[in-house]
Structures are given as C-alpha cells and as structure tokens.
C-alpha cells in the first residue's frame, strides 16, 4: 500500500494548503481544447455546456443559462456544515476537478482554490439526495462557494455540480472521526484481565503499547471469550480502518463528472457515463458500520466490567456512582443497532426516466454519522469512569500518545500478518 491519499488530505485539511493542485496546466490545456471543439462544431451539443439537464437535455441553447441551471435545484432545507465537513466536501471536488475531464475552467477552478483556502461557510441539506447528492445539495454548496455576482463560463455548473464528492467527503469526515475515536478506545481498554493472541512480532509490540497481556494457557475454567481473547476484536478494528482508508483512497483517485471529456488519438470528445454513482465506498460503510456495531458492543461490556470491579467492597452510597454507566452505555449500542436503514433502494425511474439507478452513499453516509456520533458517547463514558467518575469531562488520557497514527498502524498489523 503505497502514500495515502486519504492521510495526506487530512494533513491539506489541516493546513488549507492547496499546493497540492496548484499546477493548472492540464485543466488550462483541456479547457481549451473543449472549447475550440465547441467553436468549430467538432462537439455538437454537450450536456451542461450547450444543453439544459436531466430530463430537458434535448434543448438547446445559446444563452449562457449557468446561473439559472443552479437556481432550478436551490431546494431543500439547507443549514451550515462543520468547518472541518465542508472543507471535506471541497477537498473532494478539487481532487475529483484536478483529475480532469470534466472541462472546469481554470478560473472557477481557482475560485474553489480560494473558498477552500479561506474557509467560506458551507450551507448544505444532507438529506437532499437519494443517492451521491450530486444536482440539489452540490447546488447549495456552489452557492456557498461562490460569490453571488460571478459570472460562470459554459459548462462550469455541471461540471461543479455533478460528481460524488459530497458524499464522498462526508463519507471521508466521518472516518476521519472514526480514526480519532478509535485510537481515544484503544488507549483506554482495562488493564483487568484481557488477553490476546498474535500472529507475529510486530502484532506482539502493537498489543504491548495497547498495555494487552499476551494469551494465557488453557486453564479450567475458562474466561469469557471477551476476556480470554482479544485479538477478533481487535483484528477486526485495524482491517476495518485500513478497508476504509483504501477504498476511500479509490474513491479520490479518479474523475467524477459527468459529461467526461476524453481525448483519444487527437480528438477530444464529451461522453456520457456514471461516473457520479460509487457503490464501492457505499458497500464499505455496511462493512464500518459493523465493526462500530462490535466495537460499541466491547466497550460497552468493558464499562459494564470496570464497574462491577469498582463497587467490590463499597457500601451502597459509594457505590452508586458505578451503576448507571453501563445502562447509559447499553442505551447508546442498542440505539447504533437500531439505526443500519439495510441495503435501501438503489433502483427506480426518475427524471423521466433518465435516473434509473443510484447508490444510497448520501444516505448512508449520514447513518454512519449518527452511528460515530453514538460510539463517541460510549468512548466517552468509558474515558470517564476510567479516570474520575465524578468529573464531567473526562481528563486527557496519558497513553494517547502511544498511537501517533492509526492508520500506520494497522497497516502494520495486517502487512506483517500476511508475510508470517
């Protein structure tokens, strides 16, 4: 597994550092390719560029209708992004632009580049979409990137405004949290008991740092499987990381737009594709959610365990404060079980008929959302009773700094796993 595209936009995210795309020579040469073609009638109609969309793409039309072709999709309810979600949402467009084929003038081009560096409000209605969120949200996030009197080249709005990139980057922000409360659980499992297998030195060293005893002799009676083993649950976490970080590098790594310039021999010409649709990543999520199902499961039984060792020897006022957490916890995982929508409709005939197939992401990527939202309250919780029950806000944990990169580390695991 070679440089991540996915850490190193974290690292973008981080900096608003756009060097990144900042070499525009490839989108200037297409642009202007494409728009020679047009001028001379070696492209005809161009859907987005010369035509109306969805199901109008049969109009034709000389005027410059960009603004209005926004305007026509501003419905919904839309309210403001977190900071770090938007910039999510942008990075992802300007990885898909950078890519070309989607014919982005360099100068809109560079008006993204500003916004994402200056980090403009993002206002979007998640629940817009039933599929990428391609058309009505991408339409409020152009809004909101875009200032209100900028007049947009031929070709531009469908260009900014098809593509997977809104769900992909709330796909990618919501892993991004993932990894952060990963890495918060692991530097907090009890030292009480729990042991492991591994399947070589480096998984040895890793379950180590994790403060995870090595797994005991057969003995009569047994432990429970929780505590005679960890190595399923753990296994189960760092291929579920490292799952999601290459299918998401996958996801940025290409074109998504629709109509695709394409440049075979010395022709270039526009093709329809559906380049918007990604069942791929969707298919990750079913996977991320069930590891969050077990994991939230673990650490709930951790809480319940720590507990239950807490109040061996009090009285029953000293106690007390050891009894709800693990109610509270079972609330959070049973609300994390409750909210997997299934596999949910991917096929129908809308627009006439033109949009016969779609991909759920937008949908599930906002389940997934909720779901992290769950499993940080039952990290949370288990940070709290570990530390001081009696305060509210839990104190950092010092063996957080034991992990420096999740992502690098279970890349360790799985890679020496496969060479033993």
Not at 50 to 68: F, I, M, S
Not at 142 to 168: R, W
Not at 234 to 251: M, P
Request: proline share 4%.
């Amino acid at each position: 597994m070679g440089e991540s595209i996915f850490t190193n936009l974290i690292k973008v995210i981080d900096e608003r550092n756009c060097s990144r795309w900042n070499d525009l020579s490839a989108i200037e040469e297409e642009r202007r390719e494409i728009t020679h073609a047009i001028d001379v009638g070696a492209i005809k109609d161009v859907y987005g560029f010369t035509t109306l969309l969805g199901p109008l793409d049969h109009v034709h039309t000389d005027k410059n209708v960009q603004k209005a072709l926004i305007e026509a999709h501003l419905y919904g309810v839309p309210k403001v992004l977190e900071d770090r979600h938007a910039a999510w949402i942008t990075a992802a467009k300007l990885e898909h632009l950078y890519h070309c084929g989607s014919g982005i003038s360099p100068a809109t081009f560079k008006i993204i580049l500003e916004a994402f560096s200056e980090q403009k409000p993002v206002l979007i209605d998640c629940d817009a979409s039933y599929s990428s969120a391609d058309v009505v949200p991408a339409a409020w996030w152009i809004k909101s990137v875009i200032d209100e009197d900028y007049i947009f080249p031929k070709g531009d709005v469908i260009a900014l405004m098809n593509g997977n990139f809104i769900s992909l980057g709330t796909i990618a922000y919501n892993i991004e949290r993932l990894l952060l409360i990963a890495k918060r659980l692991l530097c907090n499992i009890p030292e009480q008991g729990y042991y492991s297998f591994y399947k070589s030195e480096a998984q040895r060293k890793i379950l180590e740092k994790l403060s995870i005893k090595k797994l005991k002799k057969a003995s009569p009676p047994q432990p429970s499987v929780l505590h005679r083993d960890l190595y399923p649950f753990i296994d189960l976490l760092f291929k579920s990381v490292l799952n999601a970080v290459t299918t998401l590098d996958s996801a940025f790594d290409r074109s998504s737009c629709n109509p695709f310039f394409w440049k075979e021999d010395t022709a270039i010409a526009a093709y329809s594709n559906s380049s918007f649709l990604d069942f791929t990543t969707t298919q990750m999520i079913f996977s991320v959610e069930y590891a969050i199902s077990v994991t939230a499961r673990v650490t709930y039984s951790f809480i319940r365990e720590y507990c239950e060792l807490q109040q061996h020897g009090l009285d029953s006022i000293e106690s007390q404060v050891w009894v709800q957490p693990p109610k509270i916890a079972l609330g959070y995982c049973i609300g994390i079980e409750s909210m997997s929508p299934g596999l949910g409709q991917t096929v129908g005939s809308e627009s006439n008929g033109v949009e016969d197939f779609w991909d759920t992401g937008l949908i599930h990527a906002n389940n997934l959302a909720r779901q992290i939202d769950k499993l940080e309250k039952i990290v949370v919780l288990l940070e709290r009773i570990k530390n001081d029950p009696n305060r509210i806000q839990p104190k950092a944990n010092e063996n957080y700094g034991k992990i420096a990169d999740l992502v690098e580390l279970s890349k360790k695991w799985v890679n020496t796993e496969s060479t033993n």
